[in-house]
């Protein structure tokens, strides 16, 4: 398998990798300019050289991958016999300069409910490198003449997530196709589907965060039925409610959409530097 090749295979599953360049040689060493290699917290693909050079680098790869680093970062080495590091020596002769480019996992996000604010949500994520899911109950919500054909036409035709459309009149059941770690925001035309979407997120394994649109009181409402259908205070407190930032206020679907957009894009981040990919 060349370094493409495992690059999509890790992106389809969802694993973190680095892909390390040898950017620039000056004098003599073991691959040329170009040269390419992935690594993956368990594995590599492709080679820059192997030894010193190439141990160095998968190292350096799998750190960025440990703390979640989303810049690229530059690698320079000396290939003489009086540049020694833990990985021994390499008496090639040249100077070598390896770019690592880290590729993070593509985040998710499921919007579930497209009307005046879920399509002004949608519209702002589908800028995004993300992998959307919009459900809705109501065929006519997901319409072509209202939401466009993604990247291509219409509202969402500048679109540059993966955008899923998703027809459900019972909609929680879209829960289980999510991919894992998904963000998750309820936001329907109807307080009876809240409830059961929340109900069922909380119940569906390797989700992400749990966003709920409404107010205090609507929230104190369901926490009361959640207990009743069996959910503890830890599982209610993976609820947030009201959705947003505080800095973005009012009460327009345009204005709503851009403060729940700018949360999600936080949250994003933080999960992306809370994962801890297992590097044995």
């Known amino acids: 398998m060349d370094w493409l090749d495992a690059l999509q295979e890790l992106r389809s599953r969802r694993i973190p990798a680095v ?23 368990d594995a590599v693909h492709g080679t820059v050289g192997g030894g010193n050079l190439e141990q160095t680098a998968i190292e350096q790869a799998r750190r960025m991958l440990s703390a979640g680093t989303a810049e690229p970062e530059l690698l320079a ?8 590091t833990e990985y021994g020596v390499q008496c090639c002769g040249g100077e070598v300069t390896m770019l690592l480019e ?51 036409s219409g509202v969402l035709g500048d679109a ?47 989700l992400g965060s749990i966003g709920l649109i409404g107010s205090a009181s609507k929230w104190a409402r369901f926490r009361k039925k ?14 947030t409610t009201p959705i947003g930032i505080p800095e973005v206020s009012g009460k327009q679907p345009a204005v ?13 981040d933080e999960a992306a530097v809370a994962e801890q990919p ?3």
């Open 19 to 41: 892909i390390v360049t040898l950017a620039t040689v000056r004098g003599h060493a073991p691959r040329n300019g170009g040269a390419k290699m992935v690594v993956s917290p």
């Open 77 to 84: 080495l000396t290939l003489s016999d009086k540049a020694v």
């Open 102 to 152: 880290p590729i993070r996992v593509t985040p998710a996000v499921a919007v579930f409910g497209l009307g005046h604010v879920g399509l002004e949500l949608a519209r702002i994520l589908a800028r995004h490198e993300l992998e959307l899911t919009l459900v809705d109950s109501r065929e006519e919500m997901l319409a072509e003449e209202r939401i466009g054909i993604p990247g291509r």
């Open 160 to 206: 540059v997530a993966r955008v899923r459309v998703v027809h459900a009149p019972v909609p929680e059941s879209a829960l289980a196709d999510l991919t894992p770690g998904a963000h998750v925001l309820v936001m329907t035309h109807d307080h009876v589907e809240d409830l059961a979407i929340v109900d069922q997120a909380l119940r569906t394994a390797d």
């Open 226 to 239: 959640l207990h009743e259908l069996g959910q503890t205070d830890d599982d209610l407190a993976r609820v």
């Open 256 to 268: 709503i959409a851009v403060s729940v957009a700018a949360r999600i894009l936080q949250l994003i």
């Open 278 to 280: 297992r590097t044995g």
